[in-house]
């Protein structure tokens, strides 16, 4: 079974909880510009930190965020 890309798992959450993406840049202190180049795929691997912050508001499970970031790192 493959992972979620970290765009892609974020955009599913996103979608579950109804909101749009200023609406979670407001609510997670991330840009809405760096918000859709992750949801696009042009940032593979955006700082923990900005999981973090993405987790509290979507809530995200860890072990997602932990498994993709590690399938998406070029050196975990």
Do not use: C, H
Request: aromatic share 8%; net charge neutral; charged share 20%.
């Amino acid at each position: 079974m493959s992972l979620l890309s970290l765009g892609d798992l974020i955009n599913q959450y996103r979608e579950k909880a109804n909101i749009t993406l200023s609406q979670l840049a407001e609510l997670s202190g991330v840009s809405k510009t760096v918000l859709a180049k992750i949801e696009k795929g042009e940032t593979k691997q955006p700082a923990f930190t900005t999981w973090k912050k993405l987790s509290g508001v979507l809530e995200l499970p860890y072990p997602f965020i932990i498994s993709s970031f590690i399938e998406t790192a070029d050196n975990p």
